[in-house]
C-alpha cells in the first residue's frame, strides 16, 4: 500500500478512543522493525522524522526512498504515514517536495500571530498535495535532535485560532517533555489538556514525549482527545541496552557474530518488542 496522510488514521483513533503511534525512525532496521511490528499487529502507524535524522539518513529524497521501496517489498498493507516531526518551514517544504505524506510545522517558537501565518501557508501547500498538517501550540519541555522547548503549558484559546486554520492535529504542550522524565516531574497537566480538548473540539492531539509516560497517564490523555502519541528515545535506550548486552556477551566475537546482520538483530528485535508493547498501550492494534 502506498503512503497515506494521518487524517483518516487520527480521525478514526479520535473517535474509537484509542491513539497511533508515532516511531521515530534512524536508519534501515529502525524503519523495518517498526513497519513489521505494525503489519503484524494490524495497526496504523506513522514514521517519524526529525530534520536531523533526516541529515543523517542523506535527506528526504532517501527515506521516501526507502519507506516506499520497503512498503512492497515488505508487503504492508496497514496504513503508513511519513511524518516530519518538528519541521521548520522550510525543512515542511523540503519534506512535502520529496514525497512525505504528513508534515508538522513546529512554530511554537515564533509569536503566536506568526505561527498562524506561517502555519496558515504551509496548509495550503499542503492541501494542494493531500498532506497532513501537525502545528504546535506552547511547547514540548527538554530537547530532540537541537528542538529546545522550555515547556510552556499551551493556552486554550491559542490552540484554537491555531485548530481552525484546518490543521489534521495539534501538539499542545501539557507538562510533556521530550527525552526521559526527571524525577521531579510533575506529571501531564490534565487541566490544560481537558480545556484544550474542549476549545478545540473534535481535533485529534498530539503527546510527544511518549517516552516513560506511565500507563495511566496515557489512558487519560487518550480519554481527553488525544489519538497521536509520539515516541523516540525509548526506542534508542532498548537498541543500544540489547546492542550493549551483545557486545558484553562477547557474541560479537564467537563465530560471525560481528556481521552488522547479526550485531544489529537483537537492537533490532527490542525496537519490535517495544513498538508492540506501545501499540497494545495506546490501542491500536488490529485497528487497520
Ligand atoms: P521522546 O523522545 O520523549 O519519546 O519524544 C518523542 C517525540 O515527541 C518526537 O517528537
Redesign the pocket.
Known sequence: MALVNTKDMLNKAREGQYAVG?F?INNLEWTKAILLTAQQNNSPVIL?V?EGAAKYMCGFKTIVGMVNGMLEELKITVPVALHL??GSYQGAIDAMEAGFSSIMFDGSHYSINENIEKTTEIIKMAEAKGISVEAEVGS?G?E?DGVVGAGEIADPQECKLIADLGVTMLAAGIGN????YPENWQGLNFEALAAINNATGKMPLVL?????IPEDMIKEAISLGVSKI?????CQLVFAAATRKYIEEGKDLQAKGFDPRKLLAPGTKAIEDIVKEKMELFGSVNRA
Do not use: W
Not at 517533555?177 to 526521559?180: K, L, N, T, V
Not at 510527544?208 to 516513560?212: M, Q
Open positions: 508515532q521515530n517519524g526529525s516531526d518538528h514540548i527538554g530532540e517533555i521530550h527525552g526521559q510527544h514525549g511518549g517516552t516513560g509520539n515516541v523516540n528515545t525509548e
